[in-house]
């Protein structure tokens, strides 16, 4: 996964947006990937100051990930790139 952050001073509450490209696989497994990272985004929603916009980029393979693998990761990733509240 590739996460970006941004503060933007005109936003309420924090926002997430998703690219789930073709390269990590066909359109179920897209789908899966994707509402896994809605799932653990959602968990960590009340973390996340207001006003952050933040991008997930899924990668090839990720699909074949497992939930804690990527649970972990996607922690990581926001604890480094996101100051949490």
């Not at 936003?11 to 490209?21: H, K, L, M, W, Y």
Request: with cysteine; net charge positive.
């Amino acid at each position: 996964m590739v996460v970006y952050s941004v503060n933007s001073a005109g936003v309420d509450s924090p926002r997430f947006g998703f690219i789930v490209a073709k390269a990590v696989g066909v359109a179920v497994q897209r789908n899966l990937v994707r509402r896994r990272l809605k799932a653990l985004c959602h968990d960590a929603l009340g973390t996340i100051p207001t006003g952050t916009e933040i991008v997930i980029r899924a990668l090839p393979g990720s699909a074949q990930v497992s939930w804690d693998t990527l649970r972990e990761e996607i922690s990581e990733a926001l604890d480094r790139g996101v100051e949490r509240v």
